[in-house]
């Protein structure tokens, strides 16, 4: 595996981590939204990645993001019958979204977009290097 090869695995690492920690931020801004454009409590989304590879060696070749799925988990209710949109009991359908595995999946996010970033800059600095030994 060539160095380029590590660099855009990285790139590839750091560009679907982005798209990860959007979900988490637009899951977060949605925590409270009991009406979404679809209807009804706004549905958690999680993002689903695919491992790239090479089809002419077969090497793995980076990851993407290749679409966001609905987290299919209930949906809680909670009592606040001042709430226009609390049913005839009182109670309220909220989102699915939990602040704790949200900030924890944000967590796990940016180390992994850390480490892509400490792996592209040792690839560049041994690339360098290379190139002062090869003169």
Same mark, same amino acid.
């Given at each position: !595996?060539?160095?380029d @090869?590590v660099?855009?695995?990285? #790139?590839?690492? !750091?560009t #679907?981590?982005?798209?990860w !920690?959007?979900?988490?931020? @637009? @899951?977060? +801004? @949605?925590?409270?939204?009991t009406?979404? #454009?679809?209807?009804g409590?706004y549905?958690?989304?999680?993002p689903?990645?695919?491992?790239?590879?090479?089809?002419?060696?077969?090497?793995?070749a980076?990851?993407e993001? /290749?679409?966001?799925?609905? $987290?299919?988990?209930?949906?809680?209710?909670?009592?606040?019958?001042?709430?226009?949109?609390? $049913?005839?009991?009182?109670?309220?359908?909220m989102?699915?979204?939990?602040?704790v595995?949200?900030m924890? $999946?944000m967590?796990?996010?940016?180390? /992994?977009?850390? +480490? $892509?970033v /400490?792996? +592209?800059?040792?690839?560049?600095t !041994?690339?360098s290097? +290379?190139?002062t030994?090869d003169?």
């Amino acid at each position: !595996m060539s160095l380029d @090869n590590v660099l855009n695995i990285a #790139a590839s690492g !750091m560009t #679907a981590n982005r798209f990860w !920690m959007d979900q988490i931020a @637009n @899951n977060l +801004a @949605n925590a409270n939204t009991t009406r979404s #454009a679809e209807g009804g409590p706004y549905r958690r989304k999680v993002p689903i990645f695919q491992e790239l590879v090479n089809q002419q060696t077969g090497e793995v070749a980076g990851v993407e993001a /290749t679409g966001v799925a609905k $987290d299919p988990s209930p949906l809680p209710r909670r009592y606040d019958p001042g709430n226009p949109d609390a $049913d005839a009991q009182g109670f309220v359908t909220m989102p699915n979204v939990n602040v704790v595995t949200e900030m924890v $999946d944000m967590i796990a996010a940016s180390k /992994t977009y850390q +480490a $892509d970033v /400490t792996v +592209a800059s040792a690839a560049k600095t !041994m690339e360098s290097k +290379a190139l002062t030994i090869d003169g």
